[in-house]
C-alpha cells in the first residue's frame, strides 16, 4: 500500500484556519486520497476525499498538488469540537469497490481557546 | 437508523476466556468492516465482509479469531482463549456498494485481557 507521512501533532488557536499537510509521494494514479478523523473515545468519521480536483463539504476543504504527491486537509474556522486524530489514507479504485482502509497514525491536533 | 452499533461497549475477561463482540451495521450496508486499535495507533484491518461473505483476512486475524455475518446483516467477532495481546478496542463499519467509498464506523468496544 502507498504510505501517507504526516506530522505526529499540531496546535491552532480556535476560530482560526487550520492547514493539516499529508505527503504521499508514492501514490499512484488511481489513488483517493481519503481524510478521516477521530474524537477522543469515538470511532473514526470520515471527513472528506478526493482524487485530483480540490474538493469542499460542509466540514472541510482538500487541496491536492499538482503532482498529487501532497495534500491538505483545511478546517476553515477550528472550534474545540474540532480536536482529534486526524487521518490521511489512500484508497486505490479498484473493480472490487469498498475495501480497507490503512491508517498511519495521523496527526493530533489540539485547539486552544 | 442511529448509525453502526456494537455491543458490548466494554468487556474485561480473564486470559484463556473466550470473548464475542456483535456489530450492526447501518441497515442498507452490504459491506462490514472490523478493525483492531492499540493506544497511541490507528486502526488496523482485520476483515471484511460483502453481504454473508467474507471476502478478506488479514494477517492478524490468526485462528484464535474467527467473524461471521450469517445473515448478511449483524456480525459477530469471536475470541477463543484470549491472550493479553488481544487487549485492544475493536471497532466495526458499514458501507454500501458503489461511488460513495466512505465507512461509517461503530463507537468499538473495548477488551481488556486480566
Known amino acids: 500500500d502507498a504510505k501517507t507521512t504526516q506530522p505526529n501533532s499540531m496546535e491552532s488557536n480556535e476560530e482560526e484556519p487550520v492547514h493539516l499537510p499529508c505527503n504521499h509521494s508514492?501514490?499512484?494514479?488511481?489513488?483517493?486520497i481519503h481524510w478521516y478523523r477521530q474524537l477522543p473515545s469515538q470511532g473514526p468519521e470520515y471527513v472528506i476525499h478526493?482524487?485530483?480536483s480540490n474538493v469542499n463539504n460542509r466540514m472541510a476543504s482538500l487541496a491536492i498538488a499538482e503532482d498529487r504527491k501532497s495534500s491538505t486537509l483545511i478546517l476553515h474556522r477550528a472550534t474545540l469540537r474540532d480536536a482529534a486524530v486526524y487521518y490521511c489514507?489512500?484508497?486505490?479504485?479498484?473493480?472490487?469497490?469498498?475495501?480497507?482502509?490503512?491508517f498511519g497514525t495521523g496527526t493530533r491536533l489540539t485547539i486552544i481557546p | 437508523d442511529t448509525g453502526v452499533s456494537q455491543n458490548p461497549r466494554h468487556k474485561i475477561t480473564k486470559r484463556g476466556q473466550n470473548v464475542t463482540f456483535r456489530c450492526d451495521p447501518i441497515?442498507?450496508?452490504?459491506?462490514l468492516y472490523w478493525y483492531r486499535q492499540t493506544l497511541g495507533q490507528g486502526p488496523e484491518f482485520l476483515t471484511y465482509?460483502?453481504?454473508?461473505?467474507?471476502?478478506?483476512k488479514s494477517r492478524l486475524l490468526s485462528d484464535r479469531f474467527s467473524a461471521e455475518r450469517p445473515k448478511g446483516s449483524f456480525s459477530t467477532l469471536e475470541i477463543q482463549r484470549t491472550e493479553q495481546g488481544d487487549s485492544a478496542m475493536y471497532l466495526c463499519?458499514?458501507?454500501?456498494?458503489?461511488?460513495?467509498?466512505?465507512?461509517?464506523f461503530g463507537p468499538g468496544t473495548r477488551l481488556t485481557v486480566t
Open positions: 463499519a458499514s458501507s454500501s456498494q458503489g461511488t460513495d467509498y466512505e465507512q461509517y
Open positions: 508514492t501514490i499512484s494514479g488511481t489513488d483517493y
Open positions: 478526493g482524487l485530483t
Open positions: 489514507i489512500l484508497r486505490p479504485d479498484t473493480n472490487f469497490g469498498n475495501e480497507k482502509l490503512t
Open positions: 441497515s442498507e450496508h452490504n459491506r
Open positions: 465482509f460483502q453481504n454473508e461473505a467474507q471476502l478478506e
